[in-house]
């Protein structure tokens, strides 16, 4: 038996944050060696925190993350144990994406990523240059003063895998693993047994098994261990890394770490028989005729042996009986809270103020900061002396007290305020109140009628016009600017309350105002610049309404907020226009299309990359047993008007947690012009051409098959 123990983590580290990251990393140098694992692996990127972006380009990022790898190396926090760590490094004129990998107060080699991140959320090629000579190592020079400090000159640098005198390992980075042709399928030809993956993947609904799939699949065929590493936690920007370090042993998963937590360092470690991959591996004929005409991979010999002989004193590592993934619903609770805590700890604000109108947006809103007070409540209790000490100053308790009950916490941390007009009914208004009682919130209740009645009356004596509702006799334009004035007011009365209420309460510090816009709102562009959408942060702007609805009722049982099932089953309205005995404002009226027909018209705009008319062409096979091609064709043109019109607000959306691969966030993600001809002269032509061509094929028919893109527009998890 060839034993090795091995140790991974998650850590929460913040960009440029060097003290707090270089302190993660030793607190997980610690631990692993504390456990006797010999190999430690941490995230992409770790030094520095994956989301620098531009500071990747000053020289300063560079120069601190060898400083920080310098103070490691000059301790003895490599002693016995082979570390990863990721960090930027300038080789000639060229910045690289790298792992170096050291041991002993020794650099063994730099390994530089080969493929880079550069879609959806990621810009890698933006900062990075991606390693393209894969035939030889080739010598780097090390800076001077690490150079004198270690007395070491070069290291080898590039692509390659360390052959250790039992073992051989290598370092395989995030992106590279879910390539055509990954690295690890030639190393694992080329010998070597365990591989090093270091991650910055970020959280995304319904993701993680496809992630664990890989992991599986990349060691089912051809034997290995793979060690997975990532950051966990809000590293300053809109994404959230969603940890889940793990190992797996021959495609079993025998170590897993956790998804959401608000510690800043886990550690998973696993105990492996290395002769169970050789074996393996020595009786799958197709892998022994590959190895036997492999193309050699260039490797650094190393002098150490890693691993222990046949020991009854130490335990093996057992595939996990069930892999741990949480439900869509939990996913909506667990990280959006963790990134609302992080942002909190980290701004130095002293709290949240939330407009709460007793719908189903804001509502959800409230129930994931409960969820958030009730997590650090948890984490109080088992003992995290972090997250404590965050509490404490958060909730400005003194005398050595701290919170040992969420609601009470969430009195101190969290306001809601019911910003009521006449528009308002008596049932939101209660459940707004109902839900703040639940959680524990400092409730308010405000009547905004005599602000909106001032504005109205300044606007009369400018121009002599007093506008109307549209079911008061007024035109659809006086109804929207109306609407639009309740809204604006909200939003301007939220950043007031969050100022001066802690002042109001002797409190230091300001609160940071919550959105609660969702992603499908987003998209179709309903909801009024700069209303309550304008916050400073928002944690479900990048949720579907389908996916809050089912969240809402998964936390009325699980978070203990009951009202939640009521707000879930009301009609949603935005209640900004009178309520009468023959009308009552409905969101899907007021938008011509349900919340359904949104999230399928945003994974064909997005995921699918569907211009009008080939959603037209694939929606005539989704819906063409029950909608004729005619119909499709307005609800296509429908969708696109609006959408249009409305993209200039995605240039001004709060930053929101990033959780669906349709959202139309402008900063990064859905990166599109903000200025349309609505009217989409040329495509809803050619829409109306094919119309005419179908009317007058009657005999045209949609079999039962729809096609992978119509199939994939209904599908939650499409875009993975």
Known sequence: MRLLKVATCNLNQWAMEFDSNLKNIKESIVRAKG?????????????????????????????????????????????????????????????????????????????????????????????FTAWKQKDQLEEFQLPSDMAEALLQKTVPFGYGFMQFLDTAVAAEICEELFTPIPPHTELALNGVEVFMNASGSHHQLRKLDLRIHAFIGATHTRGGVYMYSNHQGCDGGRLYYDGCACVVVNGDVVAQGSQFSLKDVDVVVAQIDLDAVASLRGSISSFQEQASCKKSVSSVDVPYKLCQSFNLQMSLSTPLKQINY???????????????????????????????????????????????????????????????????????????????DSKEFAKRIFYTVFMGSENSSDATRGRAKLLADEIGSWHLDVSIDSVVSAFLSLFQT???????????????????????????????????????????????????????????????????????????????????????????????????????????????????????????????????????????????RKIFRCGPVSMFKNLCFGWGSKLSPSEVADKVKHFFKYYSINRHKMTVLTPSYHAESYSPEDNRFDLRQFLYNSRWPYQFRKIDELVSELSVDKDAATSNGVGVVAAGSADPKAGL
């Open 35 to 127: 456990s006797g694992a010999v190999i430690r692996l941490g995230p992409e990127l770790e030094i520095t925190g994956y989301g620098c972006e531009d500071h990747f380009l000053e020289l300063d990022t560079v120069s601190h993350a060898w400083e920080c790898l310098k103070e490691l190396l000059l301790g003895d926090w490599t002693d016995g144990i082979l570390c990863s760590f990721g960090m930027p490094v300038i080789k000639g004129s060229e910045r690289y994406n790298c792992q170096v990998i050291c041991m002993n107060r020794k650099i063994i080699m730099i390994r530089a990523k080969m493929w880079l991140a550069n879609d959806g959320n990621y810009r890698e090629l933006r900062w």
């Open 326 to 404: 949480h439900l869509p619903e939990e996913e909506i609770a667990f990280g959006p809270g963790c990134w609302l805590w992080d942002y909190l700890r980290r701004s130095g604000a002293s709290g949240f103020l939330l407009p709460l109108s007793g719908g189903a947006d804001s509502s959800s809103v409230a129930g994931i900061v409960g969820c958030m007070c009730q997590l650090v409540v948890k984490e109080i209790a088992n003992g995290d002396e972090q997250v404590k000490a965050d509490a404490v100053r958060i909730g400005h308790y003194t005398n050595g007290e701290f919170p040992t």
């Open 462 to 604: 400018l121009t002599g016009k007093r506008p109307r509702y549209k079911v008061d006799g007024g035109t659809n334009i006086e109804n929207l600017g109306l609407q639009n004035i309740q809204a604006r007011i909200r939003m301007v009365l939220a950043f007031m309350l969050a100022s001066l209420l802690p002042w109001v309460h002797s409190k230091p510090g300001f609160y940071l105002v919550l959105g609660s816009s969702n992603v499908d709102e987003g998209l179709r562009g309903y909801l009024t610049k700069y209303d309550c959408s304008s916050a400073d942060i928002n944690p479900i702007g990048s949720i579907s309404k389908q996916d809050l609805r089912i969240f809402l009722r998964w936390a009325a049982v699980h978070l203990g907020f009951s009202s939640l099932a009521e707000i879930e089953a009301a009609p949603p309205t935005a209640e900004l226009e009178p309520i009468r005995s023959n009308y009552s404002q409905l969101d899907e009226v007021d938008m011509g299309m349900t919340y359904e027909e949104l999230s399928v018209y945003g994974r064909l």
